[in-house]
Each structure stands twice: as structure tokens, then as C-alpha cells.
């Protein structure tokens, strides 16, 4: 169709070591994300366990599971911006 889209690599950017575990997982679920006719919803949590094995992240890891849903509420925030 010759559409072309200009994409540019995100700028870089520093994560904290002690968030390192929580941005490997919200990585792993990309495509885990619950999607509504006005987007993204939020991340499908019951896909977690996958992602968390594969990684060695505890079941009970709530400091992992809470800057995960920091992540996600950034993300959501994100994408309501680019929607308006």
C-alpha cells in the first residue's frame, strides 16, 4: 500500500535496581493486557504466574506485584493521553 510509519527508538532511560525485577515482568506482559473498544483496561493478572516462574519471582512478592501496578497505571495514563 506504500504506507510508511515513522517510528523513532524510545530515548533511553535508568530503572532503579530495586525496581529491576518488577521491569522485567511488566516487559514479559506486553501482550497481556485486558483491551476495551477505548483501549488497554489493564494488565491481565491472571496471566502473572507464567512470567513470574519463568523469571524466579516469588508468588507472595507484593513489592514486585505493587511496582507492577505502578507500571501499568503509568502505562494506562499514557495511553489516555495519546487517545485525547
Known sequence: MGLYLERQP???FEVWPE?????ELFGRMQRQ???GPRGPLGLRYEALPVPMRMLGIADDDLDTFDALRVMEGAALEWYE????
Not at 19 to 23: D, R, T, V
Open 19 to 23: 525496581n529491576w525485577q518488577a521491569a
Open 10 to 12: 524510545p530515548a533511553p
Open 33 to 35: 493486557w485486558n483491551v
Open 81 to 84: 493521553q495519546r487517545r485525547t
